[in-house]
């Protein structure tokens, strides 16, 4: 009887050699191991996602512009816009955050759906008049890059709380002010978006210094632009 047993197993064994293992070795020939049903569905992470984080609604805020004309988020409905907050004196980071903004200036001019706000964190030596002039010596071009400013206290209370952007003054550093060199990028319903970093976290904001972050945000703007 154990003979006969071992006879039925074996049998058994090479049926299965002769039918399932000539199909596996030509899947494993093509290619197609890990194309089966069941590992499809099991497939996880590996997924880009390409959509952009919603951080929360930009901060209300209401500034003079270089045209002396009141500037709010009302200005920029329907309108992808960058944020920064800078002064025109500043001679260590904001004359690189300029070119930045500049070459993101170039890169939609003339398109309505887009715009710039840059606010000063020092609104005693930056009235209109001194924003137009820096304005104009940088060679902007758009009618909807707003240079801003107004009361300090406001301006630093929106820096610091309302976008949770570093602005300070301190007499130890160059020019008197300390600020952060990111850009705010707002969608068309005035909320903050961003994309995932490589481990998948927000960045929150675009790094206006260096080529990789200003790269990063024109991306990001056309695709707003395009929602």
């Given amino acids: 009887m154990k ?4 006879i039925g197993i074996s049998f058994i064994i090479l049926v299965f050699a002769i039918l399932v293992v000539p199909k596996i070795v030509q899947r494993i020939q093509n290619g197609s191991v890990t194309s089966a049903d069941r590992l499809d ?5 590996n997924v880009e996602d390409t959509s952009l984080v919603k951080i929360g609604p930009c901060p209300k ?16 409905k329907g309108k992808v816009f960058v944020l920064e907050f800078f002064f025109t004196s500043c001679p260590t980071i ?35 008049k001194v924003l137009k002039e820096h304005a104009e010596a940088l060679g902007v071009k758009s009618s909807n890059w707003y240079f801003l400013t107004g009361d300090k206290d406001y301006i630093f209370n929106l820096a610091n709380k309302g ?31 961003c994309r995932r970093d490589q481990f998948g976290n927000p960045i929150l904001y675009y790094d206006g210094l260096e080529a990789k ?10 695709k707003l632009l395009k929602e």
């Fill in 41 to 45: 569905k099991v497939q996880i992470g």
């Fill in 61 to 76: 805020f209401e500034l003079i512009s270089q045209d002396n004309a009141s500037v709010s988020n009302a200005t920029f």
């Fill in 163 to 193: 976008f949770n952007l570093y602005a300070g003054e301190n007499s130890k550093v160059s020019g008197g002010f300390e600020h952060s060199g990111l850009f705010a990028l707002i969608d068309k319903n005035g909320i903050i978006r």
């Fill in 94 to 128: 904001c004359p690189k955050m300029n070119q930045s903004m500049l070459g993101i200036e170039k890169q939609f001019f003339g398109n309505p759906n887009f715009g710039i706000a840059s606010i000063s964190i020092d609104p005693v030596t930056d009235s209109p």
């Fill in 3 to 6: 003979n006969k047993s071992y």
């Fill in 213 to 222: 972050g200003v790269k990063d945000i024109q991306e990001d703007i056309k």
